[in-house]
């Protein structure tokens, strides 16, 4: 488990103040994975930074298990740094070394005996899927395999916290779900705590249990997975459940009201949608939507259009009166949608494309 | 061909030049090394944004001593130092003399090229050594000087052969060698053949200095 408190990071550029985190807090049970996501200049690298000691906050607390690490003396910052194993985004390998060798540097720096490394080596290059591999070096692996030999590195020295900055911003898409499912199992196996620090949602929305986004150096939407994804206001949940940014449909149901409608867990399997259309009696038209399994739950969101005569107040209630989530977008469907796009600009960003 | 083999000049001094030739550039290269890249390593540690900034210390060691001594012209400074020279060796004569200030001439120069070797080493490479809890001289050891060893052979290369080029000049001040058989005899007395064979001499000495120091980057670099 790690915690983090309040933590504040302030540096001086000349004679300006630049506050690069203002009061972060977040905790993380053992055994799960929390996504810290943003745009780059939001802070991640500075929290990254804090939490491995490299730069000392300027005020708050980091601790793991209930011990302090952020206040340790300079003495003592090396043993503190061995709880966090990390994993880097070009994974920082040692091109002298090879992969059997990258994964003893840190058991060499605490002089374990050479035996001892022997078999640790083995076990953790087995349990990354790299048997075989020992005497490679770096230059002679693929960017999926050096990743797997970083991984095994940051647990090298048994951590209890697993800090991963963009494990899979270098990686294509085939070798990035690879690379999480092995995060992922190791998590669940190792009973670890892993923090991902990443730009990219579907990170979040394969391994990620609970999310945070961080935006000018705060937190300012987090939660379980399940949660901020059923929030029809949070603006995580727009990057979850992506919808396209509408263009309005020529020529069918010219000039009805717009709807969002989420629909999470259990709701996602109702008939909806059909049940509205008959208690109404109204015809219906999805101009978007989008549908995921996130944290093992389905969602859905739709934008619906409504038939021109139609009462949309009447139909919110009908489905707020079910528990599922919905809002008037527009009440004409050529303005659809156009306050969503700046609703969201700490978003835009992160998936890079409009919201 | 029979002219090189009759000359009585390179029957008798030349075996002595070469020798005094390969141990002035030995014992220089040594010492060069020696000093040259703890200097180095230290120039890199203490600069701004380094693993262990002092900027005034290395804002001194950098420019005053480093820059000055780089900006002497090696033939001056080379006659500027030969008091320091008999004060060590109690003699201004000969290779193991000259040795003196061919490494101070050097020194510098290796100690620049170290620190651009270092530099080149991958911040993130450092910043990973770090979080897994290296000492400062873990970093300096196992990562800084070890992933840029490549780099440092062929610095080496270089300075070795620079010596050599300096080891021809300090023979014109007293250093004996090879330099001092082509000035004496090829310059002042018109013996071509001494001339050319010293010449051949110190350009086969070059490349297989060279040769060497390739092939031993080359199978240290794993990239």
Known sequence: MITVTDL??????????????????LSVPKGSIHG?????????????????????????SVSIDGTELSSVRDSEIRAARRRI?????????????????????????????????RTK?????????????????????????????????????????????????????????????????LTRRLQLTVLIITHEMNVVKRVCDSVSLLSKGRIIEHGALQDVAGDLESKLAKALL????????????????????????????????????????????????????????????????????????????????RGIGAKLAATKATDSAAPEVSAAPELNDVTGRNL | MNDIFSNPVLAKALPEAIVETLQMVGISAFFTVLVGLPLGVFLHVTAPGGLRPMPVTNRIMSDVIVNITRSIPFAILMVALIPLARLLTGTSLGPIAASVSLSIGTIPFFARLVETCLRDVHHGKIDAAQVMGST?????????????????????????????????????????????????????????????????????????????GEWIARSLDHR
């Open chain 2, 136 to 212: 400062k001289m873990q970093v300096i050891n196992k990562v800084m000087l070890r992933e840029s060893l490549p780099a440092l052979v062929a610095a080496t290369t270089t300075t070795v052969v620079t010596l050599v080029g300096y080891s021809a000049m300090a023979g014109l001040v007293g250093g004996g060698g090879l330099g001092k058989l082509a000035y004496n005899y090829g310059f002042q007395r018109f013996d071509v053949t001494v001339m050319i064979v010293t010449i051949v001499l110190i350009i086969v000495l070059v490349q297989v200095i060279q040769l060497v």
């Open chain 1, 121 to 185: 080596v083995a076990e953790l290059l087995s349990l990354v899927g790299l048997e075989g591999f020992e005497n490679a070096y770096p230059s002679q692996l693929s960017g999926g395999q050096r990743q797997r030999v970083g991984i095994a590195r940051a647990l090298a020295a048994d951590p209890d916290v697993l800090l991963c900055d963009e494990p899979t911003s270098a990686l294509d898409p085939a070798t990035t779900d690879e690379i999480l499912d092995l995060i992922q199992d």
């Open chain 1, 8 to 25: 504040r990071k302030v540096y001086r550029q000349g004679k300006k103040e630049v506050v690069a985190l203002d009061g972060v807090t």
């Open chain 1, 242 to 321: 992506p919808l396209p940014a509408s263009e309005p449909l020529k020529g069918a149901l010219q000039g009805g009201p717009v709807l969002e409608i989420l629909f999470a867990g259990d709701n996602a399997k109702e008939p909806v949608l059909t049940s509205v259309a008959r208690h109404f009696d109204i015809d219906l038209n999805v101009l978007a939507g989008s549908v995921e399994t996130l944290g093992g739950q389905q969602f859905g969101h739709l934008r619906v259009q409504l038939a021109e005569n139609a009462d949309h107040d009447a139909v919110l209630a009908y489905l707020h009166q």
């Open chain 1, 36 to 60: 810290i996501i943003g745009h780059s200049g939001a802070g991640k690298s500075t929290l990254v930074r804090c939490l491995t000691l490299l730069d000392r906050p300027t005020a708050g």
């Open chain 1, 85 to 117: 194993g990390m994993v880097f985004q070009h994974a920082n390998l040692m091109d002298s070394r090879t992969a059997a060798g990258n994964v003893a540097h840190p058991l060499e720096l605490v002089r374990t005996p050479k035996d001892k490394i």
